[in-house]
């Protein structure tokens, strides 16, 4: 089996400054794409940032130019820098990825368990 363990979150003033990270353990062959979404009260989930293993990455065009999404592929971690930070941005927030568990297996998602991100004076 795969887990994803994120951590990094907590409260924070706007124009502040917060990084998550997200590790996966368990079951790896090899992962494609890590990811990071979020969702807010009475919302639905929306994609935050992606990257792949070789490094290509997509923005929401709300978080560009403020977030920005990297990977450490020998640890299995993926990590979102959040820089200045506006209440709007407050939502738990997970990460997914792309795993093959063994070489005959195919590519499967997975999500982690969130991490709280509030933004708030």
């Known amino acids: 089996q795969v887990q994803l363990v994120e951590s990094g979150g907590g409260l924070v003033q706007p124009g502040g400054s917060l990084r998550l990270s997200c590790a996966a353990s368990?079951?790896?062959?090899?992962?494609?794409?890590m990811a990071w979404y979020r969702q807010a009260p009475g919302k639905q989930r929306e994609l935050v940032a992606t990257?792949?293993?070789?490094?290509?990455?997509v923005y929401a065009d709300s978080v560009k130019g403020r977030f920005t999404i990297s990977r450490d592929n020998a640890k299995n971690t993926v990590f979102l820098q959040m820089n200045s930070l506006k209440p709007e941005d407050t939502a738990v927030y997970y990460c997914?990825?792309?795993?093959?568990?063994?070489?005959?297996?195919?590519?499967?998602?997975?999500w982690g368990q969130g991490t709280q991100v509030t933004v708030s004076s």
């Open positions: 997914n990825a792309e795993v093959k568990t063994s070489r005959w297996a195919g590519f499967s998602l997975y």
């Open positions: 990257m792949s293993r070789t490094g290509t990455t």
């Open positions: 368990g079951s790896i062959f090899s992962i494609n794409d």
